[in-house]
């Protein structure tokens, strides 16, 4: 069982910056690939960034040159520097860990709002 733990969201100012991390725990052998998702209010859930063991990033075009994910595998921790935040970025972000490439693990979620 694994157990995912996201932290670090708050309330901010547009153009300002935050950083979550995300926690897994539990046992299992390695994580294949770490990222965060995120949903506004009466949206569909959708991927801001993931990053695989190997380092190599994906990110939504909404975010890309603003966010920065990362990953620490002795933690095994992912974090997500966000950068230049806008009021389109408010919303639950969670983070989903994926183990042995097929069991997925979903955190509670924190929450990000950006004011104006």
């Known amino acids: 069982q694994v157990q995912v733990v996201e932290s670090g969201g708050g309330l901010v100012q547009a153009g300002r910056s935050l950083r979550l991390s995300c926690a897994a725990s539990?046992?299992?052998?390695?994580?294949?690939?770490m990222g965060w998702y995120r949903q506004a209010p009466g949206k569909q859930r959708e991927l801001v960034a993931t990053?695989?063991?190997?380092?190599?990033?994906n990110y939504a075009a909404s975010v890309r040159g603003r966010f920065t994910i990362s990953m620490d595998k002795a933690k095994n921790t992912a974090y997500l520097q966000m950068n230049s935040l806008e009021p389109e970025d408010t919303g639950a972000y969670l983070c989903?860990?994926?183990?042995?490439?097929?069991?997925?693990?979903w955190g509670q979620g924190t929450q990000v709002t950006v004011s104006s």
């Open positions: 989903n860990a994926l183990v042995l490439r097929r069991f997925s693990y």
């Open positions: 539990g046992t299992f052998f390695a994580l294949d690939v």
């Open positions: 990053i695989t063991r190997n380092g190599t990033t």
